[in-house]
């Protein structure tokens, strides 16, 4: 099934707060430029909490028995969402356009199905509850060959966190997991997700106390130093199954450049060396 393209490099960039992505898209731009194939996926979290304040219907979060937070989407916050990826995709995809990339803005959910969860049993306010009306799901599937086709004709994908429901309905899906989905579909040589922080961090407080390199069948080992939002990136590496999976910081200079020469966190699947 797996359709012969160049090695294809798959970028997730996050959505949080405080992340200017403008210096990453610039260098991007300059990689594609040179030849290189890349998926851009990104988030939609903080430009989604700040529609839903703008619109008087303030984000809501879920967090599960084991500690993972996510948004709480019924039905008003999913049209929220979606228009706030919307508008991120545009965004993202004009200013790549600027650089002299052909791009092609994926802000629908058309490149990953899902299956909607039926009901999330959380913690709220030191209790267990159901939720049974959220619109998120766990993905199923990716549309690779939409993706490869678009690579094959020197398009650049940028694609956004929804997906399509076996009802047809738009579900939210986590951004680094569907990053982490595409990239194994694509048998993608590279994984990066960039976000606000240095990598994989022993000590959150200290940036010093990076974690360069971990292999992947060692992951488990490193699990407890993920907290909040690097658990979800850490599940993601064990998704994507790529040989590298690198976590790495969207502040610094050029941060592409930075991270594929053995900046951030490397979580590799064979012991191959550094290049």
Known sequence: RIMQIMETKVLKLGGGAGNDHTGTLKNLAERIRAGERWVLVHGASDSANKLADEVGYPAQTLTTASGHTSRYTDARTIEIYRMAAAGINQQMTATLASFG???????????????????????KEGRSIMIRDD???????????????????????????LAMGEAFEALNVD???????????LSAETFII????PGLLKDIQNPQSLITRIPLAEL?????????????????????????VILADSRVE?????????????????SLTIK
């Open 101 to 123: 990339v052909n791009v092609v803005g994926l802000a629908g959910p058309n490149v990953i199905r899902a299956q909607r969860k039926a009901a999330i049993r959380a913690i």
């Open 135 to 161: 619109h998120t799901g766990t993905i199923t599937q990716v549309n690779w060959a939409l993706l490869a086709n678009l690579l094959e004709a020197g398009y650049t994908p940028v694609i956004a966190p």
């Open 175 to 185: 951004g680094d997991l569907a990053a982490a989905a595409i990239a194994h579909a």
């Open 194 to 197: 960039l976000s606000n922080v």
């Open 220 to 244: 488990a080992q490193y699990e407890s130093f993920a907290a909040g939002r690097m658990k979800k990136k850490l599940m993601a590496a064990q998704t994507a199954e790529t040989p590298r």
């Open 254 to 270: 050029m941060p592409l450049d930075a991270a594929l020469r053995g900046g951030g966190t490397w979580i590799v699947r064979d």
